[in-house]
C-alpha cells in the first residue's frame, strides 16, 4: 500500500477488515481514484436516464444537468449511500462529512474537454495534503475515449504544487452502471465528446464536516421533504452535529419532531446539549414560514422608530 503519510489525520481510521474495501482504499491511495465497475444494475440505471429526460423537459441539450436533485425526486437517492463509496469515504473524510454537491452530467457530442482541476482547488491549502473532500461520477452510459469519459491523472493527489498536462490524463472507460470514485485532490476533468451520442453521469461530492458545501442544501431541498429522505443522507445534508457543537441550532428542547428514526450518533448528539438538534431546527423553520412574521419581535423592539433594531 502506498506511503499515506501525505494522506493521513492526527487520528485516523483503521483499515477496515472487508477485503473490497481494503483492495480499493489501496488503489486510491496509490493512484488517487478507483473504478467500481457494474454496481448498479441496468434497471437502474435506465430508471436514472428517464428520470433526467423527465427533469429536463424541453430543457435544450446543452443544460440537461439538473441540480437539486433531492428536492425534486427520490430516484437518484441510492447514489448518495452506496456502501462501498461509503466505506471509502469513512476513511478519507472525518465523521460527519457532509454532502457539497449532487447533480447531473450530460456530455453532448461535439462538447470540448473540461479544464482539468481538482475538485479542492478552492480551498487555498498548501498541497501535498489530504483530501478535503471526494467525488464519484456514476455511468449511466458506457463511458469511452470516444463520448467523454472523465479523465484522471493518475497519482496526481500526491502532488504538489504541480500543474497538469493534457496528455497525462487517461479516460475512466467503464460500462454502464459503473463508479468512478477519486479524492479531491486527484487531477481530472470531463473529457471531449467525439461520437455522435451524449453521454449521461449523475456526480455526488462530499466534503470534510468543516468545510462549507458547494450546493447549500438548506436552501436547495424544502425542508418538508427531509422525511421522505434517508436519515443518512439528511445527516450529510448539514442536518447533524459535527462534534462537539459544530452546526449547532437554537432550541431549547432539543427533540426530534420529524418523525424520522434519528441515528444513534445523532441521538447521542440530541441528548448531550441544548440546542444540538438541527432537525428540529428545520421544522422550527417549517412553522415559522407557516405563519405571519412578527412586526417586532420581543429581541428587537422599534424603540419609537417603527423600524427594528438589531
Known amino acids: 500500500m ?16 472487508d477485503p ?5 482504499i489501496s488503489h ?45 425526486t427520490r430516484v437518484f437517492d441510492k447514489l448518495v449511500v452506496l456502501p462501498r463509496v461509503l466505506a471509502l469515504n469513512d476513511y478519507f473524510l472525518d465523521p460527519g462529512y457532509q454532502l457539497t454537491a449532487f447533480h447531473t452530467i450530460q456530455i453532448n457530442p461535439g462538447e ?9 482547488g478552492f480551498c487555498h491549502f498548501p498541497r501535498p495534503r489530504g483530501p478535503l473532500g471526494t467525488a464519484i461520477m456514476v455511468a449511466f452510459d458506457e463511458f469511452t475515449a470516444e463520448n467523454g469519459a472523465t479523465r484522471v491523472i493518475p497519482g496526481s493527489h500526491l502532488w504538489g504544487s504541480e500543474r497538469p ?11 454502464a452502471g459503473s463508479v468512478i ?19 449521461m453521469s449523475a456526480t455526488v461530492q462530499y466534503c470534510q464536516p468543516y468545510i462549507r458545501s458547494l450546493e447549500n442544501q438548506f436552501l436547495a431541498v424544502d425542508p418538508r421533504r427531509l422525511p421522505e429522505i434517508d ?35 445523532n441521538l447521542a ?7 444540538l438538534s438541527p432537525v428540529r431546527g428545520a421544522r422550527r423553520m417549517v412553522e415559522w414560514l407557516q405563519k405571519p412574521l412578527d412586526k417586532n419581535p420581543p429581541a428587537f423592539p422599534d424603540h419609537g422608530t417603527g423600524k427594528s433594531k438589531l
Open 28 to 72: 486510491v491511495e496509490t493512484h488517487g481514484y478507483v473504478i467500481l465497475p457494474s454496481i448498479l444494475p441496468l434497471e437502474e440505471v435506465q430508471a436514472a436516464k428517464a428520470e433526467i429526460m423527465r427533469l429536463s423537459g424541453s430543457t435544450p441539450l446543452a443544460g440537461r444537468n439538473p441540480s437539486s436533485l433531492l428536492n425534486k
Open 2 to 17: 502506498a506511503d499515506r503519510s501525505v494522506m493521513s489525520r492526527n487520528a485516523g481510521p483503521r483499515l477496515p477488515t
Open 231 to 265: 436519515t443518512r443522507i439528511v445527516e450529510m445534508m448539514g442536518y447533524k452535529i459535527h462534534q462537539p457543537f459544530v452546526g449547532y441550532g437554537m432550541s431549547s428542547r432539543p427533540v426530534l419532531a420529524t418523525g424520522m428514526p434519528p441515528s444513534e450518533a
Open 269 to 275: 448528539n440530541i441528548a448531550a446539549a441544548d440546542g
Open 20 to 24: 473490497v474495501a481494503v483492495a480499493d
Open 181 to 199: 470514485y477519486f479524492i479531491g485532490t486527484t487531477w481530472h476533468g470531463g473529457g471531449p465528446n467525439t461520437s455522435t451520442s451524449s453521454r
Open 112 to 120: 470540448q474537454p473540461q479544464d482539468l482541476h481538482h475538485d479542492d
Open 165 to 175: 498536462r493534457k496528455e497525462q490524463a487517461i479516460p475512466m472507460v467503464c460500462p
